[in-house]
């Protein structure tokens, strides 16, 4: 059984001009231990997937419905407060992008990494600490740091401390938003260095959000690119990187500058397409060199292998 | 050479109480090399390295502390605003923020006229001209931009404006600062390619700067490594990447990942810590507490070594 | 902070202004006043408005403290207007003795509730040498005749009071006991005796006629008579003990409240603006010298240097506005303000600004003090009507300008006549009425255009 299963997921919300349709009839699956990366421009509605599973829904938040089954229960179906108390920190815990905007900056860096215990497990604060400064050394920390605030730690380690409040309650799924989007590219390749032992060490499910698609691959098992609120492809990291089908994907492996290999960059015209007013049919098809006719038809998922999954009608009847 | 920049320092005063004695905050330090005209170099370095503050210095944006600035054979390094005027002709700024660096109550039209009316260049018949054919030379037209607001227009639109505003006059040296880090990968690459063929035809020297050593292979003849305010490596860009020879860039090489499933399988070997607080860094070499070949000798600070024509580094251990 | 974000176009900001009820009240009393301002400086001597205002004998023909006309309507009683006794010609021309006698009968109706303020009769003679001898008799609609006395008139204008003729209303209210046969309590004035009925006591409702018999010695001796029975109402807003139509002061205090707090408001929000950008922008020393102004302003001492500049040197409007700009500008809005400069200072476009070439005053007035100019806007309004209430209240306190008209200076008089004591409340509440309306216009457009710029003030 897999350990988290996402069905048709859709979050709209509502605004000035209009609704956005920032998570728009999502599904994958992921299994236990394993980490999913889900790649896109910035507005293609990753962030909002991600607060969707975890339930951090804006406030103008206008239709929120689906299916997201952990380990078979649907906590989609459960009230604010139970998902409060059972689901949130709990079972699923999430990394913020901009880590110096996730801490309190008048609270000591202990407490913070403690607090999830307090408040999610009503754990009694002496120990609560005690386990925090176990975490805090998990992470890469000096304990001595323990006791000071965050202002004092530099920007790497303040994103090992986010790191270390998401696993402190040992929760099921970890999703990790941009999680090294402010650091320097040592910092990160340290980061991720952590994020792959603590994976290793811990057997932990990732959602990876990112927009950096080589990072993706720092640390994924399983691929997604999202494009205009949907998830357009879904596969396993060595099909997706070695044969990517949808031509969104290819564009965006083809925009990568690389260091290794004389490539030549290619980019992609035109914007990514507002969530007030998507396209309607293949929300790529302005932007696509293979559009055909039927793309002004919106292209349901094919399943290639029973595996890779592509959501374009080039695909047709290879299933 | 075009310009000649020898052992410049920046350093910042940071007043530590009433009666504390005054910091520096070292940003740049000792850094010396030349460029040509028409060449183009990439400065790379995290943030915090001092790379935004050696451009900006050159530009004398800022006051430089000790060293000294040579452009097209004059001495500019202490020459006061009100004479710098012919100077501010010869050179382009191309700044991150997109957003940010356009006056919002200005159209397109009159920010880009501007750089002409301070400088009393042409007519007004005359500066329309100018505005426009430059607009037409960053592929934005006209008709359709010159007199909209910068809030209509996209990041990489904008960007492109701040090239033409940069380039209007026909500078010989344009300092570009990170300018396709806040724009969307597919974005970027058209931005990189506009700047290459604007430095093709106009023989410009670009001194482009960056914190992704992966964007600058498309254009840089050559690449110059900082970190923490010094200048640690700086050879052809095919050298540096075939031969990275500072500890270093050897780090920043080993750290930048590439689109492969099989990342996520081996760790990256790299330097843990951060770079050095400015204000009070290492003696000699700044690099030393995080270096695998670290010695007492490197609190010395390191000469520059030129180890094969045109690559120098600043290390004792170079080789 | 985006000290005004891109959104706010001057279309933009009044389209959605005029989607608040409020502001659009506001707007319309607003437009309201400037129309009476315009109609006051277009139609009505302005310029002249405060020797006019000083000047008694201007409103001579006007009723004194009469209170405005559409008070009637609460009273229930109908009091009366100014009615005037007009001459036409002489009925008849005679001789007596060696001088022309000239009788004139003019009639008049009165229909009014209540007896009249007063009675004057006025006359303009041009004669050789003796001077014209008038005499005036009252006839009631009742029928009985009432002798209001002989006169000899001098040349020029003279005016005969009779209100206040204290020999002649004991006279005249002797000659009525006599005819009523029995004593009257209370003591009559002359309004009581030439208009109510003696028995019932009530204001007689009819024709009354005047006859005026003029004695001149030549014929070519002219004189020239009006009578006017006083009412005690008049128009829009009634007068004042000085027979002043406060509708005139009102509307001439209009333009001046208007332009007073308009421009006292735009030159110090100007100025302070300018200030701090000098301030925020070149920072240093020249900073903090201007910050240190600032304090020391706010521990200045307002009213007793203006009560030292009307002692010293008197007070005109003028010297006023000035004073209150000189006196304000470096307030503590220079440090809201500065703040913000010093934020849009760090904005990349000024960078970019310097690596073109731009000098600093450029990037100041052209880059940087119009995205200051929206988000003051608001308070700039607001403070309108805090500058119109400032000024009435000096001219309250007598020190503002005593040579126009401003709607302070009516109240001010008003107070000092004491007429809340005397009942003539109109005197004190028409102009407070204009006050407040002015502010409540000024407040209402004010506080619409704070919702709408400030929620972008996060923008900056």
């Known amino acids: 059984m897999a350990l988290l299963e996402v069905n048709d997921l859709v979050m709209y919300y509502r605004t000035r001009k209009g609704t956005v349709k920032a998570v728009d009839h999502v599904s994958f699956e992921i299994e236990k231990g394993e980490t999913l990366a889900i790649v896109g421009e910035s507005g293609c509605g990753k962030s909002s997937l991600s607060r969707a599973i975890i339930r951090l829904l804006p406030r103008n938040v206008e239709v929120y419905e689906g299916k997201v089954f952990l380990n078979g229960t649907n906590i989609m179906e459960l009230s604010e407060e139970q998902f409060r108390k059972e689901i949130r920190w709990r079972k699923i815990s999430m990394v ?36 925090a400064r176990e975490m ?17 730690l530099s920007g790497g380690m303040r994103q090992r401390i986010v790191i270390a409040m998401a696993l402190i309650t040992d929760p099921d799924l970890v999703i990790l938003d941009e999680p090294t989007s402010a650091l320097d590219v040592i910092t990160q390749a340290n980061v991720m260095n952590l994020l792959k032992r603590l994976k290793k060490e811990r057997d932990l499910t990732y959602i990876f959000i990112t927009h950096d698609i080589a990072l993706a691959s720092e640390l994924a098992d399983k691929m997604a690119t999202m494009y205009a609120g949907q998830v357009i492809e879904l596969a396993d990291s060595e099909s997706y990187f070695g044969k990517p089908l949808h031509p969104y994907t290819q564009k965006l492996l083809g925009s990568v500058p690389t260091l290794r290999e004389d490539k030549e960059i290619t980019s992609i015209p035109g914007t990514p397409p507002n969530l007030l007013n998507p396209p309607v049919g293949c929300r790529f098809r302005p932007r696509c060199d293979q559009a055909m006719e039927i793309c002004e038809e919106e292209p349901p998922m094919f399943s290639l292998d029973g595996e890779h999954r592509v959501k374009c009608w080039l695909y047709r009847g290879e299933e | 050479m ?40 990439s400065l790379v370095g995290e943030s915090g390295s001092g790379k935004t503050t050696l451009g900006k210095t050159i530009l004398r944006l800022y006051d430089p502390t000790g060293g000294k600035i040579e452009f097209d054979g004059k001495d500019i390094t202490h020459i006061p605003e009100k004479e710098l005027k012919w100077y501010r002709k010869e050179t382009g700024l191309v700044q991150q923020n997109p957003f940010g660096s356009m006056v919002p109550h200005f159209t397109i ?14 007519t007004r018949e005359e500066r329309r001209e100018i505005v426009y054919n430059i607009l037409r030379e960053v592929q934005l037209s006209p008709e359709e931009f010159a007199f909209k607001y910068p809030h209509m227009l996209s990041g990489g639109q904008l960007q492109r404006v701040a090239i033409a505003r940069a380039i209007i006059m026909n500078p010989k040296l344009v300092i570009a600062d990170e300018p396709v880090s806040m724009l969307d990968a597919s974005v970027r690459v058209e931005i990189l390619n506009l700047f290459e063929e604007i430095q093709e035809k106009h023989n410009m020297s670009i001194i482009y700067i960056t914190h992704d050593l992966s964007t600058t292979r498309y254009f840089s003849d050559k690449i110059f490594i900082m970190y923490a305010g010094h200048l640690v490596e700086r050879a052809p860009t095919k050298e540096l990447l075939r031969n990275p020879t500072h500890p270093y860039t050897k780090a920043l090489l080993e750290a930048i990942p590439d689109p492969d499933p099989s990342n996520r399988f081996k760790f990256r070997e790299v330097p843990p810590g951060e ?40 290390c004792w251990y170079a080789q | 902070m985006s000290v005004v974000s891109e959104e706010l176009s001057l279309k933009g900001v009044v389209k959605e202004l005029l989607s608040y009820k409020s502001a659009i009240l506001g707007l319309i009393i607003l437009a309201g006043l400037i129309v009476l301002s315009i109609y006051a400086i277009l139609f009505t001597p302005f310029a002249e408005s405060g020797a006019l205002w000083n000047d008694q004998q201007v409103w001579l023909k006007y009723p004194r403290t009469a209170a405005p006309e559409w008070t009637n309507i609460f009273s229930g009683k109908k009091l009366p207007k100014n009615v005037y006794v007009n001459m036409s010609k002489p009925v008849n021309i005679s001789k007596e003795g060696t001088r022309i006698k000239r009788t004139y009968i003019s009639e008049f109706s009165f229909n009014y509730d209540d007896t009249p303020s007063e009675v004057i009769f006025f006359f303009n003679a041009s004669y050789e040498k003796l001077r014209p001898k008038i005499s005036i008799l009252w006839i009631r609609p009742d029928g009985e005749n009432l002798s209001l006395g002989e006169y000899k008139i001098r040349k020029g204008g003279t005016s005969i009071y009779l209100s206040n003729n204290l020999r002649l209303i004991s006279d005249l209210q002797e000659t009525i006991e006599e005819r009523l046969g029995k004593k009257v309590n ?9 208009f109510r009925d003696f028995r019932t006591g009530d204001v007689m409702k009819g024709t009354y006629t005047v006859r005026l018999d003029v004695l001149v010695k030549n014929e070519t001796d002219r004189v020239e008579w009006q009578g006017i029975v006083y009412g005690k109402v008049y128009g829009l807003a009634g007068t004042d003990d000085k027979r002043r139509p406060l509708h005139l002061g009102l509307l001439w205090g209009a333009p001046i409240a208007l332009a007073f707090g308009l421009v006292a408001s735009l030159s110090i929000t100007f100025i302070q603006l300018i200030i701090s950008a000098i301030s925020g922008y070149y920072g240093g020393k020249v900073d903090s010298v201007i910050q240190r102004l600032t304090e020391i302003y706010m521990i200045l001492p307002f009213l007793p240097m203006l009560v030292l500049v009307q002692l010293l040197y008197g007070m005109n409007l003028w010297r006023l506005l000035l004073l209150l700009i000189v006196l304000s500008i470096f307030g503590t809005s220079v440090k809201t303000y500065r703040v913000w400069v010093m934020q849009l200072k760090s904005y990349p476009y000024v960078e970019a600004a310097k690596a073109y070439g731009a000098s600093n005053m450029r990037i100041i007035f052209l880059y940087i003090l119009p995205r200051l100019i929206p988000p003051t806007i608001p308070s700039l309004v607001l403070a309108v009507p805090g500058y119109v209430f400032l000024e009435a209240a000096l001219a309250f306190l007598g020190l503002s300008d005593v040579n126009i008209v401003t709607w302070g200076r009516i109240v001010e008089e008003a107070f000092s006549e004491g007429a809340l004591y005397k009942g003539y409340y109109h005197w004190v509440l028409m102009p407070s009425l204009m006050l407040v309306i002015t502010a409540i216009s000024f407040a209402l457009i004010g506080i619409a255009l704070d919702r709408i710029v400030n929620p972008k003030l996060k923008e900056m």
């Open chain 3, 186 to 194: 209370k003591s009559l004035t002359l309004e009581d005796i030439l």
């Open chain 1, 96 to 131: 913020f992008q901009g880590a110096l905007n996730a801490l309190n900056p008048v609270l000591k860096v202990g407490e913070q990494v403690a607090e999830p215990l307090i408040i999610h497990m009503g754990m009694d604060k002496k120990e609560a600490i005690r386990e």
């Open chain 2, 2 to 41: 075009l310009l000649k920049v020898e052992n410049l320092s920046k350093f910042f005063p940071m007043k530590k109480g009433i009666f504390g004695k005054t910091y520096y905050v070292r940003a740049v330090e000792n850094v010396t090399f030349e460029i040509d005209k028409g060449e183009s170099i």
């Open chain 2, 109 to 122: 039209y009159k920010i880009l006229e501007e750089p002409l009316i301070v400088n009393k260049i042409g």
């Open chain 2, 275 to 314: 770079p050095p607080s400015l204000v009070n860094p290492p003696k000699g070499c700044r690099f030393k507490p995080r270096c695998p070949l670290a010695t007492d000798k490197c609190d010395e600070e390191p000469p520059e070594v030129e180890i094969s024509p045109g690559h120098f580094v600043k």
């Open chain 1, 136 to 152: 805090i050394k998990q992470v890469g920390i000096a304990e001595a740091f323990v006791d000071r605030y965050p202002f004092e």
